[in-house]
């Protein structure tokens, strides 16, 4: 068993974490979607999958843990850029359930939650949740788990995800390294 893991774990069990929450892009895989990815690139965007990422998931979920992956990728992204295009590309739901069927673990990949959602798309988006912030995820994800917003951890590459994060706890992540054991900072 990896040691930073297992360190890793305590800490986030120690400090009363019950949801541990990974972004998509250049945080568990190296590559960005752009929002909605090209199929013919979706080999190399499980390829570029982080070590850190998939070892922390595992190592979580098969502990008994909540997971989830909160993401700006979007269905509504990828109907776009097909239509514009005129090649599939996938977003939202389609791509974080590729990526993570991909690259993790048959039974950890199945207790996987996945909110792909990018405010700005969504004329209807709930005027409470800040559009340059994982909130509206965040908040989705505490009610499915039903498990309070401040026992959920975000690490996310963008800073104005970590610095906009309301009631949860966020972490910064280097882009050009993805998640690395060493981000959480408490
Ligand atoms: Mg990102």
Not at 94 to 112: E, H, W
């Amino acid at each position: 068993m990896n040691i930073e893991a297992q360190i890793f774990h305590y800490r986030l069990d120690k400090d009363g974490f019950k949801v541990l929450v990974f972004d998509l892009d250049q945080t568990s895989t190296l590559m960005h979607s752009g929002g909605a990815l090209l199929g013919s690139k979706i080999v190399e965007y499980c390829e570029k999958a982080v070590p850190d990422f998939i070892i922390a998931a595992t190592q979580w979920v098969r502990s008994g843990n909540k997971f989830a992956i909160a993401s700006f990728t979007d269905t509504l992204a990828a109907e776009r850029s097909t239509t514009y295009h005129r090649e599939p590309h996938y977003g939202g739901k389609n791509l974080i359930k590729r990526f993570v069927d991909q690259v993790l673990p048959t039974d950890v990949a199945s207790k996987v939650y996945m909110v792909g959602y990018f405010p700005i798309m969504h004329d209807n988006h709930p005027q409470e949740f800040d559009k340059r912030s994982k909130n509206y995820h965040m908040d989705m994800i505490s009610k499915y788990f039903e498990i309070p917003l401040n026992r959920c951890v975000l690490f996310d590459d963008s800073m104005s995800n970590v610095e906009n994060a309301k009631g949860y706890k966020a972490y910064i992540v280097d882009s050009t390294k993805g998640f690395q054991f060493s981000d959480y900072r408490p």
